[in-house]
């Protein structure tokens, strides 16, 4: 009946609010990995470059 409708549809948005916070988790667990990545590659970028320049004088 309309009870069990209710409930069914509470269920419902009760997991589609737990799946959308793990989203949320997980980007946010992506974009902290990449951005150490990309610090990591910048620090290897600027070493080399310090590395060429005094290769040159």
């Given amino acids: 009946g309309i009870i069990r409708d209710i409930s069914e549809k ?3 948005l009760t997991k589609l609010r737990e ?3 793990d989203k949320d988790m997980l980007n946010r ?3 902290h990995r990449v ?3 990309l610090i990591v590659i910048q620090s290897l ?3 080399q470059s ?3 320049e005094t290769q040159d004088t």
Avoid: S
């Fill in 35 to 37: 951005k150490n990545n």
């Fill in 50 to 52: 310090v590395k060429a």
């Fill in 45 to 47: 970028l600027r070493l």
């Fill in 19 to 21: 799946a959308l916070e």
């Fill in 29 to 31: 667990e992506i974009h």
């Fill in 10 to 12: 509470n269920e419902t």
